[in-house]
């Protein structure tokens, strides 16, 4: 006889198996369904009828309203939109009731198909998860210019409008969740109480959070300056290090080499350097002679310092 375990092995691969028989766009939809459904009751859902008249041929049509907007541009910039702007309280009352018919069936076919798996049925869960995902999009694509009509009522120091519009998306999207429409109300009424409170938590949250940080995180000033500081460190004791070579002479320089060096980098004076034209009349040499004696004294610097600074 077989174990517990190999049981539940077999009848997970025979699970894996049924289930790459669905299409990619169906596992996909089909791995996104959780595995407890919630839906609002109301007392239609289960009559046999409701069905064919929320999705059959003859259902009526429902026409949400296109609407366009942009958060990251400015409040003031219109805001494009069509000639109805608002969802029929009739059209609003039968996207609800499809929405919580398409969950409610879910519901069931997820909780059959936890006992036991059925490819039939995963089909069946896609459709009406589907469904379901296409009346909330209809309910809340419908209903966000509430979102930005109370976005730009409302100011948060610190906070972007952006940032607050999407605090208030997101309620709406919890608000279509949760609203039973049998009580009479339109979703607006339900939702502006819930968007209102998020927005207040999102002021009470980063109120908080200023308390901790009370600067914005600025780049420049977090960048470390140690390089920099190294450079120039390095840059004084190089300096300083010539100097003392030159002053005291370390690198045998003649007479004519540090009269030439002296006079094309201008040391112990604060006038600019001489060219190479202007120190050959002064030494009564050409040009090309005056370089030649400059980049040999040099030479004779970068020696000394290599040999007493640079060399432990």
């Not at 702007?85 to 069936?105: I, S």
């Amino acid at each position: 006889m077989k174990t517990a375990t190999q049981v539940a092995e077999a009848s997970r691969t025979a699970r894996t198996a049924s289930i790459n028989l669905l299409t990619e766009n169906e596992r996909q939809l089909y791995n996104q369904i959780p595995s407890e459904v919630d839906y609002v009751y109301n007392s239609c859902l289960a009559s046999p009828s409701t069905e064919d008249s929320l999705f059959g041929e003859s259902a009526q049509k429902v026409e949400v309203p296109s609407w366009t907007h942009f958060p990251e541009v400015a409040e003031e910039v219109p805001t494009g939109r069509s000639k109805r702007t608002v969802l029929k309280p009739e059209d609003e009352v039968r996207l609800f009731l499809r929405y919580n018919y398409a969950r409610y069936r879910l519901s069931k076919l997820v909780a059959a198909q936890a006992r036991r798996f059925s490819l039939g049925r995963a089909r069946q869960m896609v459709m009406w998860y589907g469904r379901a995902m296409k009346d909330r999009a209809s309910l809340v694509r419908a209903n966000m210019a509430l979102v930005l009509s109370m976005a730009k009522r409302t100011r948060i120091p610190n906070v972007e409008f952006s940032e607050l519009v999407s605090e208030g998306n997101m309620a709406l999207l919890r608000s279509v969740e949760k609203f039973d429409v049998s009580r009479g109300f339109k979703l607006s009424t339900y939702a502006c109480r819930a968007i209102l409170k998020s927005f207040n938590r999102l002021a009470t949250k980063t109120g908080r959070y200023r308390q901790h940080f009370p600067t914005e995180f600025d780049p420049d000033l977090e960048r470390s300056d140690y390089d920099e500081r190294r450079h120039d460190t390095q840059w004084e004791d190089s300096v300083e290090a010539i100097r003392e070579i030159f002053t005291q002479n370390r690198a045998m320089l003649s007479d004519l080499e540090r009269t030439i060096l002296m006079e094309r980098f201008a040391i112990a004076t604060r006038d600019k350097g001489r060219t190479l034209a202007e120190v050959g009349k002064m030494v009564g040499l050409t040009n090309e002679r005056v370089r030649q004696i400059q980049n040999l004294a040099l030479e004779k610097i970068r020696a000394a310092l290599d040999e007493k600074y640079l060399v432990a």
